[in-house]
C-alpha cells in the first residue's frame, strides 16, 4: 500500500477528531466527534477521485456536502440559530482536500486554528464587547494602511541618491503602527488597573513621548504623585529601548547581535534607576490609588502613518545626502537631530542601512544610541515645560545619569565586542 496515501488519511482523520472533540465538548447539535472525521475522509477521498476524474468530483462532493448542511440546518431550526458548525464542516472537508494537493502543514495549520477559534468563542465575543467605535477603526485603518495600501505601492527607488523606495518607506510605517497598536490595545485592556510599573511599560509600547507628556500635565495639577510619575516616565523611556531593539531585530535580523548590546546596556542602566525610584515611592502615593492615565491617541489614524512616513522618507534621504557631503560626521548630525522627536525613523532607517551593507554596524549602534539620548534629552524638555518643578528635578537628574552612561557606552565600548 501507498505509504504517502496512508499519511495523507491518518492526518486527515486526526485533524476530523481535533476539531470533533471540540464540537462535541461544545454540544453542537449538528456534528462531533464522529461526524467531523468522516467529512475529512470524504474530502480527502475526493480529492483523490478528482486528480484522476477531474475537479467536477470534487465540485459534485462539495456541492452535496453544502446541500447536507443546508437539510441538516432546515431540520433544526428551532435550535441556535449560529452557523459556527456548518461553516466549519465545509472548511474541514476543504482541509481534507487540500492534504491530497497541497502543502500538509497548511492543513495542519488551518485546522488547528479552526479548532482553536471554536474553542474560544466566549472569550473572543468578550473581546469584540469591550471594542468601542474607535478600537474598530483602529483595526479597520491598519486592515487599509498594510493590506490595501501597501501591497500597491511600487517596490523601486526613486529621487535624490535613489533611496526612496516607496514599498519599503511603507512597511516601515506598517511595523511602527503595529508596534504602536499593541501598545495601544495592552493599554486598553490593562491601563485602567495598571500599576505604576505597568503603566510604565504599558506607556514606553505606545509611545514613551506621548506618556511623558501626559504624566508630566498630570503631575502639575497633582504634585502629590511626582514619585509615581517620576517612576512611569523613567520606565516608559526605558521601554523604549526595548521597543528599538525589537525594530532592529525585525530588520536586521541577522545584525541583531551586532548592533543591540550596547543599546541593552543603557537599557540595564535605565532600568536599575526605575527600579531605585520604584523602591523609594512613598507610601502615602501608594495608597492613593491615583490614575494618570495615558490619554490614548488612535495609532492607525492614516494622517499620523503619513506623517511618520514623510519622516522616515526625510531620514532616509537626509542619511545619504549627509554621507555624501560630510562623511561619517553628517551621519551623526542626522541622528542627533531626528533623535529629537522621532527615534524610530532613524532606528529603522539604520538598521535597513547596516543590513544592505551600506554602514558598519559599529557606526549603526552609535546612530541609534546618539538619537535615543537626544530623544531623553528632548523628553526632559517636556518635563521642564509642561511639568511640576519637582518631577522635573527628579527627571533631570535621573536622565543625566541614564545620559551619563549612554554617552560612556558611546565612546568606551570596544569594537572587538560586537558579534557580526
Do not use: C
Not at 454540544?27 to 480527502?44: D, E, H, M, Q, V
Not at 476543504?94 to 466566549?122: E, Q, W
Amino acid at each position: 500500500m501507498d505509504q504517502e496515501l496512508i499519511t495523507i488519511f491518518g492526518i486527515s482523520l486526526g485533524l476530523g477528531l481535533l476539531v470533533g472533540l471540540q464540537r462535541e465538548h461544545a454540544n453542537a447539535k449538528i456534528a462531533g466527534i464522529r461526524t467531523f472525521p468522516i467529512i475529512t475522509l470524504f474530502g480527502t477521498l475526493s480529492g483523490l477521485l478528482a486528480k484522476t476524474f477531474g475537479g467536477l468530483v470534487l465540485a459534485a462532493a462539495l456541492l452535496a456536502l453544502a446541500g447536507l448542511v443546508i437539510f441538516t440546518s432546515l431540520l433544526r431550526k428551532t435550535e441556535d440559530p449560529g452557523k459556527t458548525t456548518e461553516a466549519a464542516i465545509l472548511l474541514m472537508f476543504a482541509v481534507g482536500a487540500f492534504l491530497t494537493v497541497g502543502d500538509k502543514t497548511i492543513s495542519l495549520a488551518v485546522a488547528g486554528i479552526t479548532a482553536v477559534l471554536l474553542h474560544f468563542k466566549d472569550p473572543l465575543h468578550g473581546l469584540v464587547d469591550r471594542f468601542g467605535y474607535t478600537d474598530i477603526k483602529v483595526v479597520m485603518q491598519f486592515v487599509l494602511i498594510s493590506l490595501v495600501i501597501l501591497p500597491v505601492l511600487p517596490n523601486q527607488t526613486y529621487g535624490p541618491y535613489d533611496v526612496l523606495n516607496p514599498h519599503d518607506i511603507w512597511l516601515m510605517v506598517v511595523l511602527i503602527v503595529g508596534l504602536s497598536i499593541v501598545g495601544y490595545f495592552a493599554y486598553k485592556f490593562f491601563g485602567n488597573r495598571a500599576g505604576t510599573l505597568l503603566s510604565g511599560i504599558l506607556g514606553g509600547l505606545a509611545s514613551s513621548t506621548a506618556t511623558t507628556v501626559s504624566f508630566a500635565r498630570h503631575s502639575k495639577a497633582a504634585p502629590q504623585i511626582t514619585q509615581a510619575a517620576t517612576f512611569v516616565v523613567l520606565t516608559a523611556s526605558a521601554i523604549a529601548f526595548v521597543r528599538m531593539i525589537v525594530e532592529i531585530g525585525v530588520v536586521a535580523p541577522a545584525y541583531l547581535l551586532a548592533l543591540a548590546p550596547p543599546l541593552a546596556v543603557v537599557l540595564v542602566i535605565m532600568g536599575i534607576l526605575a527600579a531605585l525610584v520604584y523602591t523609594r515611592n512613598d507610601k502615602k502615593e501608594e495608597g492613593q490609588k491615583e490614575e494618570a492615565l495615558l490619554q490614548q491617541e488612535n495609532p492607525a489614524q492614516l494622517k499620523s502613518a503619513l506623517v511618520f512616513g514623510a519622516i522616515y522618507g526625510l531620514v532616509v534621504l537626509g542619511t545619504a545626502a549627509a554621507k555624501d557631503y560630510f562623511g561619517r560626521q553628517g551621519l551623526y548630525a542626522v541622528a542627533l537631530v531626528s533623535g529629537l522627536t522621532d527615534v524610530d525613523a532613524i532606528t529603522l532607517s539604520t538598521a535597513k542601512l547596516v543590513t544592505g551593507k551600506e554602514l558598519e554596524p559599529q557606526t549603526g549602534w552609535r546612530l541609534i544610541l546618539i538619537a535615543s539620548l537626544a530623544n531623553l534629552v528632548f523628553k526632559g524638555g517636556i518635563v521642564a515645560v509642561m511639568g511640576d518643578k519637582k518631577l522635573f528635578r527628579k527627571v533631570a537628574l535621573l536622565f543625566a545619569i541614564a545620559l551619563a552612561g549612554g554617552l560612556l557606552v558611546l565612546f568606551l565600548w570596544p569594537d572587538s565586542l560586537l558579534i557580526d
